[in-house]
């Protein structure tokens, strides 16, 4: 897996596709309907992931100052 990058990703439409700007000039050109399911899914992982880290932070006891 590659490290995680923390900036968020530009994107516009042109010709009939969505275009992903991407990290080091990666490009990814979507249908609208595939770039729609992708908004989904990344939409969704990243409310988990958000999700797991809260529960994992509620977990861990607090250090005294």
Do not use: C, S
């Amino acid at each position: 897996m590659t490290r995680p990058h923390a900036e968020p990703r530009d994107v516009f439409h042109e010709n009939g596709e969505v275009i992903i700007d991407g990290p080091n000039g990666t490009v990814i050109a979507m249908t609208p309907e595939a770039a729609l399911r992708t908004a989904g899914r990344l939409d969704e992982a990243a409310l988990d992931e958000l999700i797991a880290r809260a529960q994992i932070d509620a977990k861990t006891p607090l250090r005294p100052n």
